[in-house]
């Protein structure tokens, strides 16, 4: 699964060459998916982070399942960042989602920790009116709850995920999507885009260790967040990501700005699929 880790104008030059429009109807990707349970570790990405950062430990669980009316999702996270004078950063989440096939209907819920300890709940119901056209949103948190709008255009972390993969099969690279995924209820919708960077067959290694990857090529990704409801010429956080068309990500590296973390995959369990 491709959600991310925790003003609706797109910068012109970002504009050029990207495919806006998603598929129409990303069955083909979906009926490729492998309903899987995955293990990653985390590390500190050297490379891209400042020297005052000093190491990354925790482990990220993704569950992406058929239940032949939609795809589950599920994801729970601990993440701790080392800096120097001994000052650490101790984050996770958890997050379910249930996500219809035909694209139109998402609920969610999603809890963020501190320290090991909860500090918000927050929970969603989202429609879409159609493919290709707007819907709304009512998000319920801490005693409170508001509706969104959801622009024409948005589509949910499933449908994103299969057109991108959709993508890599029909060599429609880059795209840009408008997304809601509930991952972030201040700037509720992001603006996406999606370049292709390199691909690779899965090593012997890969293969023996994760036998879902035999005969599967690894496409690396880079994804761009902008938030929507701002006039953002800079990306609010980046990704980079290995992925196989059949919907398994072998590793990512999420970019913090003065941290990245690179997430590996440890542990790959298929799941039984739906008898529909």
Wanted: charged share 25%; with cysteine; aromatic share 10%.
């Amino acid at each position: 699964m491709l959600q991310r880790a925790f003003a609706p104008l797109m910068p012109l030059a970002l504009l050029c060459g990207l495919h806006s429009q998603a598929a129409a109807n990303p069955f083909d990707a979906a009926e490729g998916i492998l309903p899987h349970r995955a293990t990653y570790s985390y590390s500190l990405e050297q490379q891209k982070s400042d020297p005052g950062y000093l190491d990354a430990a925790g482990e990220m669980v993704t569950r992406w399942s058929d239940d032949c009316d939609g795809w589950t999702v599920e994801q729970t996270s601990r993440l701790l960042i080392e800096r120097t004078g001994g000052i650490a950063i101790d984050f996770g989440w958890s997050m379910e989602s249930w996500e219809s096939k035909d694209g139109l209907q998402f609920r969610y819920f999603l809890a963020q920790s501190q320290e090991g300890h909860v500090t918000s709940r927050v929970q969603g119901r989202a429609t879409l009116d159609a493919i290709g056209e707007g819907g709304e949103v009512e998000i319920r948190g801490d005693g409170e709850s508001f509706t969104v709008e959801l622009l024409p255009g948005t589509i949910f972390p499933t449908w994103h995920s299969l057109d991108v993969i959709d993508s890599l099969q029909q060599g429609r690279q880059p795209l840009w999507h408008v997304l809601f995924d509930g991952a972030d209820d201040e700037n509720v919708l992001s603006g996406v885009s999606t370049f292709h960077i390199e691909e690779r067959a899965a090593t012997d290694d890969e293969v023996e260790r994760f036998p879902a990857l035999d005969g599967q090529r690894l496409h690396r990704m880079a994804f761009a967040f902008f938030p929507m409801q701002q006039d953002a010429a800079e990306p609010e956080h980046e990704m980079e990501l290995s992925l196989a068309v059949n919907g398994v990500v072998t590793e990512f590296v999420f970019d913090f700005g003065e941290f990245a973390v690179r997430a590996s995959l440890e542990e790959l369990e298929p799941l039984k699929r739906a008898e529909c």
